[in-house]
């Protein structure tokens, strides 16, 4: 069957729980790029650790082929496993275009789910060496992520979470979201 997507933007961390419960997996852009980057074997290793130091956004072929490759093992490995919470993607306007391009008719984007916060609180969650690379990161969400949000939610596919709350209320609000959608 061709697999569901759900896009989550913002505050990273706080979906695990309802995953689970619903039968997503969980697959992050960026775990999946640090991995890669530390795989001695990886082609791709080295032009991924340029980019994540320098605050930037990796190449779009690189990151939908460690995505594609997760979402074929899941599937080849239970072919009922076709529901994927894609966490941290897509990130730009290249990235979008380059989903759209390599997966259209593939995978059906289902909703974005947007934990909407102001930059302290998205700071706070970010996983970052230094605050240079972090002040990096949020210039590059408010310059090519927020775009991508916008698009989605014109198209009606935004649920929007305010996760300036507690853990406790978030969780809840995106309990909601799922048990009304997923």
Known sequence: PQ????FVCGVEDQTQDPVHKYGYTHLSAGELLRDE???PDSQ???LIEKYIKDGKIVPVEITISLLKR???QTMAANAEKNKFL???????QDNLQGWNKTMVGKADVSFVLFFDCDNEVRGKSLSCDNRESLEKRIQTYLQSTKPIIDLYEEMGKVKKIDASKSVDEVFDEVV?????EG
Request: aromatic content about 12%; hydrophobic content about 30%.
């Open 3 to 6: 697999p569901i997507i759900i």
């Open 37 to 39: 980057r530390k795989n």
């Open 44 to 46: 791709y290793g080295e």
């Open 70 to 72: 997760e979402m074929d």
């Open 86 to 92: 894609i966490d941290g993607f897509p990130r730009n």
């Open 176 to 180: 909601k979201i799922f048990d009304k």
